[in-house]
Nanobody, 120 residues
Framework: QVQLVESGGGLVQAGGSLRLSCAASGSILSINDMGWHRQAPGKQRELVATITRDGRISYADSVKGRVTISTDTAKNTVYLQMNSLKPEDTAVYYC??????????????WGQGTQVTVSS
């Protein structure tokens, strides 16, 4: 059983900052990569940022320069530092992990999501 639990969402004014965290726990053998997606009302889920085990990072163009993804591999945790937030960043943010379990299963796992609301 694998769980991903996000935290850190909330309500913030435009121009403000938030730091999201996502901790993966359970029967995990190794994590290949972790990332963040978001889904705004009426829109499809979109990629925000990803980070691989060897440190390769990618960002969506819409957030480049404003967000930083990082990990604490010892804690199986991924973070998303978001600065200069805009109302269009309002969405439910989901973390995901591509990992292998102790039983040899390789799959993507998702968290339950955390709401980020940016007021203008």
């Amino acid at each position: 059983q694998v769980q991903l639990v996000e935290s850190g969402g909330g309500l913030v004014q435009a121009g403000g900052s938030l730091r999201l965290s996502c901790a993966a726990s359970g029967s995990i053998l190794s994590i290949n990569d972790m990332g963040w997606h978001r889904q705004a009302p009426g829109k499809q889920r979109e990629l925000v940022a990803t980070i691989t085990r060897d440190g390769r990072i990618s960002y969506a163009d819409s957030v480049k320069g404003r967000v930083t993804i990082s990990t604490d591999t010892a804690k199986n945790t991924v973070y998303l530092q978001m600065n200069s937030l805009k109302p269009e960043d309002t969405a439910v943010y989901y973390c995901d992990a591509h990992l292998q379990t102790m039983t040899g299963v390789r799959s993507y796992y998702w968290g339950q999501g955390t709401q980020v609301t940016v007021s203008s």
